[in-house]
């Protein structure tokens, strides 16, 4: 990911027309970087709101459950509202398992932070793996759309990172998806 976006910069033709050049907008991207352990399956920072029926995951490929590679939200949990995904491929095939690196920028969000969610399907298997690296339950509930397109009950985890920190999520081969969001 590059730095920050600089537009309107001064010296642009308006101003040899007689106008006042635009002033310099310039936005820092709440993600810095964000990588994989696994090349076969990098991560992308998507740094816009996620919504409703927007597939997590990358690999549109119809190998998932019959040809559905799914796993949508029917409707975003209150927490996630305004959220920005990173999206990988299915992390419940084997060939995926990576850990994801989430580095925060130190000047975005007013050197706040970000909280980092993690949402997967509540099929009653241990979470140790994420909570061993201070992931914490939210104790939201609700459901989103499996790679079937069965609405299915989710675990809804958090973590507040610093601002120019980062987090390794270990991976699991079971489907999740991160999302990150401006701390409050």
Not at 11 to 36: D, N, Y
Not at 96 to 124: E, I, R, Y
Not at 130 to 136: E, I, L, P
Not at 157 to 179: C, E, Q, S
Request: hydrophobic share 40%; proline share 8%; glycine share 14%.
């Amino acid at each position: 990911m590059s730095g920050p976006a600089t537009l309107g910069a001064g010296g642009s033709a308006a101003a040899g027309r007689g106008r006042q050049p635009a002033p310099a907008l310039t936005t820092t991207p709440l993600i810095s970087s964000v990588t994989s352990t696994n090349p076969q399956n990098p991560p992308y920072f998507i740094d816009r709101a996620i919504s409703p029926d927007v597939p997590l995951f990358y690999d549109f490929d119809g190998t998932a459950n019959g040809g559905q590679d799914d796993n949508t939200f029917a409707a975003l949990p209150t927490q996630l509202v305004g959220a920005r995904q990173i999206a990988t491929l299915r992390t419940s095939k084997p060939q995926n398992l990576g850990d994801v690196t989430v580095n925060v920028s130190a000047a975005a969000n007013g050197g706040k932070g970000a909280t980092v969610f993690l949402m997967t399907t509540d099929d009653g298997s241990s979470l140790a793996g994420w909570t061993s690296v201070g992931f914490t339950d939210t104790g939201a509930t609700g459901t989103w759309r499996d790679d079937g397109m069965n609405l299915v009950p989710f675990k809804l985890l958090t973590k507040a990172v610093a601002g120019g920190a980062g987090l390794t999520v270990p991976g699991m081969t079971r489907d999740y998806a991160l999302l990150v969001q401006p701390a409050p």
